[in-house]
């Protein structure tokens, strides 16, 4: 089965700091998601993009977030500058075309900020 | 705005149990989707559910929908301890960019 690709599993960084969480959707899908999980809870949805531009997003994903696809294949997740509570597991998704497909989950990036 | 519901947040069942997973969602949708999710991993697709009355099964589980009553079933019959994880159940919002609201999660842990 085709799979999403999350880099990198993990990563750590210091509150303040910029972080890029990268993102290979399914080649021939034309949605893509983010959403985070803070540990044991449930999964939030953070944006949608399609057509190369954001076409839904929560209320989670104010000015300090942003999304591109820079090249057609990798869909980025920016987080500007980290805060304590942006510690989570950042899941891509993508979607082919249509209603009743079901999304397809990247292995998630574990973000810890001290 | 959409707000989905699971109930038991927590399971603890015997293996060779039968039991029930609700899934309640509060605005109008036909589609919904469960997940599982093992610690620390991604969410696996277990079942697609698209239309009033739809019945999936794969092994244990199986699922429906009643998109009249806004209620998801997931049924687990005579669980093994394989089946411990959290399953979540997800709601296509229909708000056009098909965008899933997750429910809470219901976290199963089948005892030997």
């Known amino acids: 089965e085709p799979e999403v690709t999350q880099t990198p599993s993990h990563q750590v960084t210091q509150m303040g700091q910029e972080v890029i969480l990268r993102c290979v959707p399914i080649s021939n899908h034309l949605y893509f998601y983010w959403y985070r999980q803070i540990l044991g809870q449930k999964v939030e949805f953070l944006v949608s993009?399609?057509?190369?531009?954001?076409?839904?997003k929560s209320e989670i994903f104010d000015d300090q977030f942003s999304v591109e696809r820079p090249d057609g294949s990798n869909f980025t997740l920016k987080i500007r500058s980290t805060k304590l509570e942006d510690s989570a597991m950042y899941f891509c998704a993508s979607l082919r075309d249509r209603a009743g497909e079901k999304l397809f989950f990247g292995s998630g990036t574990q973000l810890s900020v001290l | 705005e959409l707000k989905v519901e699971q109930n038991p947040l927590f399971l603890s069942m015997q293996e060779g149990k039968n039991y029930t997973i609700y899934c309640n969602y509060s605005?109008?949708?036909?589609?919904l989707y469960w997940y599982r999710q093992d610690p620390g991993k991604s969410l696996e697709s277990l079942f697609v559910?698209?239309?009033?009355?739809a019945v999936k099964q794969e092994g244990r589980l199986m699922a429906s929908l009643d998109t009249k009553a806004r209620l998801s079933t997931l049924h687990i019959t005579a669980a093994v301890h394989d089946l411990s994880a959290t399953y979540f159940c997800?709601?296509?919002?229909?708000?056009?960019?098909?965008?899933?609201?997750f429910g809470t999660g219901t976290r199963l842990k089948v005892l030997a």
């Open positions: 993009f399609y057509n190369n531009e954001i076409s839904e």
């Open positions: 605005t109008t949708s036909d589609r």
């Open positions: 559910l698209l239309s009033n009355g």
């Open positions: 997800a709601v296509d919002s229909l708000s056009g960019t098909y965008k899933y609201i």
